[in-house]
């Protein structure tokens, strides 16, 4: 089974970090979290359609 919990830890990190130096060029934060998520669905590997891992992601998601 995948661990899970680097996904969640790594999004938050990547997230704050970007936020953080867009904050420092005036840009929308909204900016940072797209390119969040390209980060870690690389990182990953869950930019696939169908991948059973991130609906596994999904579904813990959605049931917290």
Known sequence: MYN???VPLATIAIATVLN???KRFNMPTVIG???TGAIISTVF???LHGNERLERVAWIAYRS
């Open 4 to 6: 899970l919990i680097p």
């Open 20 to 22: 953080v130096l867009l």
């Open 33 to 35: 979290y797209i390119f």
């Open 45 to 47: 590997d869950i930019h």
